[in-house]
């Protein structure tokens, strides 16, 4: 099995609201990732969690908030945020004796209203 | 400053000719560089890896080199076809463990 599934495929919410992205894979891999993606432009690094603890935070605001609660799920929840951030949310995943080919998920589309 | 940049946003060429996507960089010494395909609305998909020690890659009509003399991967699909129309991204590892950065994608249009 080489699919990384995201759930919900599309979210709509209101700045005041509180959401979670979900993320999931069985592919025994180590490492997962968050990337966000805006129209016509490449993903960008957010989070990076390693052997379930987070390795690396690419600077992102408080008003997300990663957790990786076993080796196979990964969740970002999403709380007080601004329309700016309506982008494409992408998961993937890697192993890191493979040289870190990423697997990506389909993508969360979320607009913030 | 830390810089990728991929030859052309956007590439025309005729089916059944070879194409060939550059990615350069300053600034980076990655360990690894990756080239992915994204399809609009879908997440990207990896193609192939190449390391910082290897100078070629290939992989059915996929070809990668890579010159860290030069700063530079170039991406070849020899005989192209319609179906690999497509964005193509390459992705550097940047200083350590699990952070990569990717470059702006060059979009791949193989006219029929």
């Known amino acids: 099995d080489t699919e990384v599934t995201q759930t919900p495929k599309h979210l709509v919410m209101g700045m005041t609201n509180k959401k979670s992205l979900k993320c999931e894979q069985h592919m025994g891999h180590r490492a997962m990732y968050w990337y966000k993606q805006k129209a016509k432009k490449p993903p960008e690094l957010m989070f990076v969690y390693s052997y379930e603890k987070l390795s690396i935070n690419e600077s992102v605001p408080s008003r997300f908030s990663p957790e990786c609660p076993n080796s196979s799920l990964l969740n970002l929840h999403l709380h007080a945020l601004q329309p700016e951030d309506s982008a494409l949310y992408l998961c993937?995943?890697?192993?890191?004796?493979?040289?870190?080919?990423?697997?990506f998920g389909p993508g969360t589309r979320l607009t913030v209203t | 400053s830390q810089k990728i940049e991929q030859n052309s946003e956007a590439l025309n060429i005729q089916e059944g000719k070879t194409a060939t996507l550059t990615c350069n960089y300053t600034?980076?010494?990655?360990?690894?560089l990756q080239w992915y395909r994204q399809d609009p609305g879908r997440g990207p998909v990896f193609l192939l890896l190449?390391?910082?020690?290897?100078k070629e890659k290939r992989k059915e009509r996929l070809k990668v080199t890579f010159d860290t003399t030069l700063k530079q991967s170039l991406f070849h699909i020899t005989a192209s076809q319609p179906a690999d129309s497509a964005t193509y991204l390459c992705a550097l590892r940047r200083d350590y463990g699990q952070n990569f950065v990717f470059g702006p994608g060059t979009r791949l249009s193989v006219l029929p």
């Open positions: 600034n980076y010494s990655p360990a690894y």
């Open positions: 993937a995943s890697s192993q890191p004796s493979q040289g870190y080919e990423q697997y």
């Open positions: 190449i390391r910082e020690n290897e």
